[in-house]
């Protein structure tokens, strides 16, 4: 398995979850590292990237400061902090790894984690 996803839970609106990413070495080589989600109904779309150092992020409109992307490289770890949660929050959440920052093609892909919000 080159990425593994966890954290994911049922949350009241208003709190907080930590994603969390173990990634492969050979996954995290790839330099992007991602989440994108997708909600019930609805395509996957891009969340938040960062590179391969962590200086640089990148984040969908719709989730701006709300969510905070981080990586530990020595841990294989990359993580997803989502503050304030909504119901819209919703979905199954998807970490990626890509050697563009766009991570319009990623070269993989992790299982998922539940993220379920209540109003």
């Known amino acids: 398995v080159q990425l593994q996803a966890s954290g994911g839970g049922l949350v009241q609106a208003g709190g907080s979850l930590r994603l969390s990413c173990a990634a492969s070495r050979r996954a995290l080589s790839s330099g992007y590292m991602g989440w994108f989600r997708q909600a019930p109904g609805k395509e996957r779309e891009f969340v938040a990237a960062?590179?391969?150092?962590?200086?640089?992020?990148y984040y969908a409109d719709s989730t701006k400061g709300r969510l905070t992307i981080s990586r530990e490289n020595a841990k294989n770890m990359v993580y997803l902090q989502i503050n304030s949660l909504k119901p819209e929050d919703t979905a199954v959440y998807y970490c990626?790894?890509?050697?563009?920052?766009?991570?319009?093609?990623?070269?993989?892909w992790g299982q998922g984690t539940l993220v379920t919000v209540s109003s």
């Open positions: 990626a790894a890509d050697s563009e920052p766009g991570l319009s093609h990623p070269q993989y």
């Open positions: 960062i590179n391969r150092s962590g200086g640089s992020t």
